[in-house]
């Protein structure tokens, strides 16, 4: 009866005496052993050894575990070079590419094709990465990757695209170029989109600089620049911030938002603060009022009030509407403090002023 298992065992005692002889008078520094290959070929070119271990390719160098279609072994350069669903396992993390090559001296992998980067966490939650290259420093914990890269964090369900991404495993810390983006949830989610997303301690902390844009339902915030904290669910923006939407548009120095599961709560704006809103669906936005504080209240993410603090200046227009037996108005007001309420729809409902008020209501004919 044939003994199947011989090719294995044989391949198993070749590449362990090989492994042994490259030993003879110089430690290795991760020494490597062969689990499974369904053949072994070692050629010596130029007084060093390749060896070419084919099918069903299972080894491992110290406690980093690889499995390959195909692999190449360069012992002088200390090389080794994959093909074929090749898999790389480590602590916590998992690597998978069509091709790989792990370079011992440096303690660099280098991923090509269909590249899945995965992390696993204590609490069982996960990060991966996919992207067409990678380059992983196993010393440093330094990742990099280029090309059609997305990102998915389980724990602060964040999910992401870029053209370049970077990201060390021990800080926490990375971040995204080449028309990065980043989306705060799946549904009613929160998108940012800058020239470079920066990421802090495992995303709950973002900083997005250049030209960022903050994609909200009914909602859109332009800046130079945001911080975004995902504990508190807070942003912060500077750099000439604009919050837009259909019912109003908004700007000051400086806008923080709040968010309750992702949804916008509270705006509060400071210095310099306009907001140019209009009262029916189909009005001009002509109506404004300026302050050196503002603040907006949401429900559900639609705007219920807006209340304006210190210096108020206000104009307000109501457009003639014989359904509702609306007659022309303008009014011009001055106090220390308004509030805007709103309907249903968040447009304007009525208005309300008070401290030092001073006004001039021009009517239909005057």
Known sequence: ??????PVILTVMIFCLMAGLRGEGKAELRPYRLIHAD???????DGAYISELTGEVHFFYGDTEFFADKAFLYEREKIVRMTGNVKVYEDTLSLKAQRVSYFR??????LDEDVIFNETHQDSTWRTFNAERVEYLRESKNFEAWENVSVYDSRENVSGECGYMTYNVDKGFGY??????????KSDSILIKA???EYYDDYKKIVAIFEVETEMPDYLLTSDFLIYYSEEEKATYRGQPKLFSEQFDAKASEVTLYFRENKLHQALMSDSCRVDYKVREFEAKENWVTSEEMEFIFENGVIKESRAYRSVDSYYVQQPDIIRRQKYLRNEASAEKLIMYMNEEGYIERIGLSKSIQGKYTFEGE
């Open 195 to 197: 020239e470079r997303i």
């Open 1 to 6: 009866m044939v003994n199947r298992n011989i």
């Open 39 to 45: 053949s072994l070929r070692a050629n010596k070119v």
């Open 105 to 110: 001296l440096q303690e660099k992998l280098d």
């Open 176 to 185: 995204l170029k080449e028309e990065p983006e980043l989306q705060m949830s």
